[in-house]
């Protein structure tokens, strides 16, 4: 195995990594910590780099691992990303939407996609008001495209525990991007 | 024999919006759905929205482009050699 060069590994795949992780945990520190931690498990366990994958696909293998470790923290939390049935911002007690919360037309093509930046960095800020766990949830599943089996399996959490998870995210981020997005 | 019931709340809709967009709705739940859209143009409106933000959520990766500052990657190559 030839010398390893710390700062040609950093500048060839520092970015690449970076900008993977971000929009998965919608913080750039905790990104910015997880590329650290990606390389150092990497440059200690280097003597077990077999070669069968490129090093790109063995840094990125690495930093998907720290990413679900990221989202499994958040599902110790999962009481915190059910609704409280108490007291729900969204429907009224009949449970149909209220006067303020129900969905108001966008004046969009609902079947085209958005190219201007704007939207995503009103979505982004919208995820950020998301409890954790949901965050997760959203991420793998909008995002990375897991299906939901999969996204249970790796969080521990019953499918029932996940679609609600689903649910009341969807609702937040219908009603932030509304707010914020399209009535500002 | 007791009839089954058609009627769904909003809140219930909601739900079924969600999981329909994985293709895990049963008949039963679809045919709910689908009466309660005749009655309830606000469900219908949220149904269109949601897939719009699952559709565009996706491409939220292609979005980014922030890079690291020199001053952060000479912090990482500095905990390598540490």
């Not at chain 1, 085209?112 to 997760?136: H, M, P, T, W």
């Not at chain 1, 959490?157 to 689903?166: C, D, M, R, T, Y």
Request: hydrophobic share 35%.
């Amino acid at each position: 195995m030839a010398q390893l060069d710390a700062t040609k590994w950093v500048n060839e795949y520092g970015d690449m990594l970076y900008r993977y992780a971000i929009p998965r945990v919608n913080d750039k520190e905790i990104a910015k910590d997880l590329v650290q931690d990606t390389f150092l498990a990497a440059w200690r366990n280097h003597d077990n780099f077999k070669g069968e994958i490129s090093e790109k696909n063995w840094l990125f293998t690495i930093l998907k691992n720290k990413i679900i470790d990221h989202y499994r923290k958040a599902s110790t939390r999962l009481t915190e990303g059910l609704p409280d049935n108490t007291n729900d911002p969204f429907f009224d007690e009949a449970e149909h939407w209220t006067e303020q919360t129900g969905p108001k037309e966008w004046g969009i093509d609902y079947t085209q996609g958005v190219e201007k930046r704007e939207f995503y960095e009103i979505l982004n800020r919208c995820r950020k008001k998301l409890k954790d766990i949901q965050s997760a949830v959203f991420a793998m599943k909008y995002l990375d495209g897991l299906e939901s089996e999969e996204i249970c399996k790796e969080l521990n959490i019953s499918a029932s525990n996940f679609w609600v998870l689903v649910h009341r995210a969807k609702l937040n981020l219908r009603a932030c991007l509304e707010k914020n997005w399209v009535l500002k | 024999m007791k009839r089954m019931s058609l009627q769904i709340t909003c809140k219930k809709a909601t739900e079924y919006i969600v999981l329909r967009e994985e293709g895990k709705l049963s008949p039963k739940k679809r045919l709910q759905l689908w009466l309660h859209f005749g009655i309830c143009g606000l469900c219908k409106l949220f149904s269109k929205q949601s897939k719009f933000i699952s559709r565009n959520a996706a491409h939220l990766h292609e979005h980014v482009d922030a890079s690291l500052t020199d001053a952060e990657k000479l912090t990482i190559v500095e905990s390598l050699q540490r």
